[in-house]
């Protein structure tokens, strides 16, 4: 057939919470045709993961109500690469059961007249009652400010995090961000949940790490290699997962569509290297060989920095919501923001495994969100480097230094910046330091623009909406 | 038939929409499923009108149909053959441009009537995006009917049998499709009612039928403005071989292609920068337009 080299047709759906949160658990919606939608109205199916924190069961319940009815809504299971949400989960089988899990459902508020709710109870979609104040605007004009909730589900940031705005015209006058999703950041036990579920892995490896090194455990050199592997493959499907949803922020079809295809292969070796066999690494367990799949990915990122480099993305990024240098260290930023102003601060440079494989950490000037895209992309380049080489060095069981645990308790760097996982007493405490800055440092770069433009300086910071620090 | 009846133009509109359908499928890289395709459309006709009783109940269903006459009466300006044409007015051009025009109103009363903050945004932008751009749009009408010494787009037509006006007037054609996208709002001008910008914008709340008329007249509307684009500029209907309307057929849909495929390959443009770009670039430059096409209009065409 003439078009059988093609994509198979796709659906368009409201994937909840997100599409870079399946993704980066290991379940790309894109590899089953899935196109995402923010606009509910457009949506032929919605996905949903069959339990969902308390958090966000308001805004699901909602989007379930404003999805065209008879949409098919498809309950998934979360991956097990997600960790779990932690105690209080609603059970969205529950719900389905009410709203029609591929059952034809009646919003009787619309068809009674009741019309679609504008009030703030309307968490999901995007927006609530507009709020008129009348006071002046910053110009001197009487201009009526508009002020709206953006988020928790179906808006270009990560679901879970949500931007208070005001808008004086279609200029932010006020940003204020709050990431929603809580896991307990003291948590008892050997074996504690991720802190943060777009970073599960990472934060299942330190935990590990940290548990292990306090035990006097002896971890055999091939798993802390194999660790290394994961934790990169790890950030290099984040920081992809991240330039996608920024693309399609965009409105640019084709880096979604080359950063896609940078994504399989990436996923593809993700599933090569399950967590499970990384952490215990047992002697007889063979994994397979990543090496194609690691060009292959390599390959697909050139062409993804093809494009990141041409002008095309600099005229919508670059000089937009700069963070310089100074305000970030005195903000407390720290991960790829940081160094995207030029400071050349990563956790990953006193790691002697890192050391070992002589990593030096990319650092970028201009601290705009050109900057901050350009600096994950060298991330991603990096991450893939380092995979190979760990994985090379863990078959040939190369030694590894001893690894080494501050007073501070262990340090890792994850895909948004440091995590840092300290036990006390019976309990661990998990922090990720700077996660709470770059909040409200992203929420200060978007005053004083164009509302689509502030929206693409609050996607560049790739922010998480998960708070970790107690 | 020598004219278009209402009927005639309806169904080109009918017809003419799931072929746009197929081509944004084609243009995207996609194996076209119309089986697929079909189930959305049944489900969204399915799903019941939203009432936004808060706001304007009126105007908010009243946009979707006026947003499709618009575009069903740009589409009857369009001549497709010789003998085979839409209204044939002495100022078909021009009414197709006056048709465009009336995007605007449509697609304001649809954010406005919405009443949602950035579906309100999105109606603002659209206001402000179809200020500057409806210029440009008719001062290139103005441009390629000087040669023809008519508005009737026959007479625009048949003056090109031996030239098509993309090679003598390129300029206006550079300044046509960027305007044209525009009043289709579609990528990478798709700013009213951006997805993720504005989580649908000016469309965000309608379902149902009236999300189904907002589709067809978007389709429609590109469907129209492709066949203008062929008529005043890629020769209309003349070609060897083939018959006319194919070779009219062929030539709107490498237009319309050419308009996806372009909207694929950019980022969609900032707001400050399309109307920066309209107003300091697009309408001088059309006014230059006006100027080279009097200068070709005396040299070649007298």
């Known amino acids: ?470 | 038939m020598s004219d278009f009846t209402p009927l005639a133009i309806l169904a080109v509109a009918l017809l003419g929409a799931p072929c746009v359908w197929l081509l944004e499928q084609l243009t995207a890289g996609v194996r076209p499923a119309p089986g697929q395709a079909v189930q959305a459309l049944r489900l969204t006709l399915r799903s019941p009108l939203r009432r936004p009783e808060a706001y304007d109940n009126v105007l908010f269903h009243a946009a979707p149909a006026l947003l499709l006459l618009a575009a069903v009466v740009a589409l009857a300006m369009v001549p497709w053959a010789p003998g085979f044409r839409g209204i044939d007015f002495q100022a078909g051009a021009l009414l197709f441009a006056a048709a465009l025009a009336y995007v605007t109103p449509a697609m304001f009363m649809a954010g406005w009537g919405a009443g949602r903050p950035l579906a309100v945004v999105g109606a603002f932008r659209w206001l402000a995006l179809m200020l500057a751009y409806a210029m440009p749009v008719a001062m290139v009408v103005t441009a390629v009917a000087a040669p023809a010494g008519s508005l009737r787009p026959t007479d625009i037509v048949g003056v090109q049998h031996a030239v098509p006006m993309a090679l003598v007037q390129p300029l206006a054609l550079a300044l046509w499709l960027p305007a044209v996208t525009a009043v289709c709002f579609l990528p990478p001008f798709d700013l009213p009612q951006a997805d993720a910008e504005l989580g649908g914008g000016v469309f965000s709340e309608y379902r149902g039928l009236d999300r189904v008329l907002v589709t067809l007249a978007q389709r429609v509307l590109l469907l129209a403005v492709s066949g203008m684009t062929a008529a005043l500029f890629l020769a209309g209907w003349y070609g060897p071989l083939l018959p006319p309307a194919l070779w009219m057929a062929l030539k709107t849909a490498a237009v319309a292609a050419l308009i996806l495929w372009g909207g694929r390959r950019l980022p969609r443009v900032e707001v400050d920068r399309a109307l920066s770009l309209a107003w300091k670039v697009a309408n001088p430059l059309a006014i230059v337009a006006i100027v080279l096409a009097g200068g070709v209009t005396l040299v070649f065409y007298r």
Do not use: K
Not at chain 1, 408 to 433: K, N
């Open chain 1, 1 to 470: 057939m003439v078009l059988a080299g093609w994509r198979r047709s796709t659906t368009a759906a409201l994937v909840i919470p997100d599409e870079q949160s399946w993704t980066v658990w290991g379940q790309d919606p894109a590899a089953e045709g899935i196109t995402p939608v923010l606009d509910a109205g457009r949506a032929d199916r919605l996905l949903v993961p069959d339990q969902i924190p308390d958090e966000l069961a308001e805004a699901v319940r909602s989007a379930l109500e404003d999805v065209p009815s008879g949409t098919p809504t498809e309950p998934r299971a979360l991956p097990a690469t997600a960790g779990h949400f932690a105690d209080h989960v609603t059970d969205q089988q529950a719900n389905n059961h009410e709203h029609g899990g591929r059952h034809e459902h009646d919003h009787g508020g619309h068809e009674n007249g009741a019309g679609h709710d504008h009030g703030d109870d309307d968490q999901h979609g995007h927006e609530d009652m507009m709020a008129i104040t009348g006071d002046p605007s910053a110009d001197g004009l009487v201009m009526e400010p508009i002020e709206f909730s953006f988020g928790p589900l179906a808006s270009p940031l990560p679901g879970g995090l949500v931007a208070d705005v005001a808008l004086d015209g279609d200029v932010v006058a006020e940003c204020r961000l709050r990431a929603t999703l809580r896991q307990p950041a003291a948590q008892a036990g050997a074996t504690p949940s991720p802190a943060d579920l777009l970073a599960s892995a990472s934060w299942t490896a330190l935990i590990a790490a940290a548990s292990q090194a306090e035990s006097g455990v002896m971890v055999p050199a091939r798993a802390r290699w194999l660790r290394l592997a994961s934790i990169e493959l790890e950030r290099a499907v984040s920081h992809l997962a991240w330039l996608r949803a920024l693309a399609r922020l965009l409105g640019w079809p084709a880096l979604v569509q080359q950063a896609t295809a940078g994504l399989f292969p990436l996923l593809a070796c993700r599933h090569e290297l399950p967590l499970e066999l990384v952490l215990s690494a047992p002697r007889d367990a063979t994994t397979h060989d990543i090496t194609h799949l690691l060009r292959l990915a390599a390959a697909e990122t050139d062409r993804v920095r093809r494009l990141c480099e041409s002008r095309r993305l600099a005229a919508r990024t670059a000089g937009r919501g700069i963070v310089s240098s100074r305000a970030a260290l005195t903000a407390g930023v720290r991960g790829p923001i940081v160094r995207a102003s030029g400071v050349g601060e990563d956790a990953r440079v006193d790691d002697p495994l890192y050391r070992a494989l002589g990593f030096t950490a990319a650092v970028r000037e201009g601290g705009d969100a050109l900057a901050r895209t350009l600096l994950r992309l060298d991330e991603v380049d990096a991450s893939i480097t380092l995979a190979q080489a760990a994985r090379q060095r863990a078959s040939e069981n190369a030694e590894t230094p001893p690894p080494t645990v501050s007073p501070l308790g262990m340090i890792l760097e994850g895909p948004r910046g440091p995590l840092c996982a300290q036990r006390l007493r019976r309990e661990w405490r998990l922090s990720a330091p700077g996660a709470r800055s770059a909040l409200s440092v992203a929420g200060d770069a978007a005053v004083g623009l164009e509302w689509a433009t502030a929206l693409v300086v609050l996607v560049s910071f790739d922010l998480t909406p998960w708070t970790v620090d107690p």
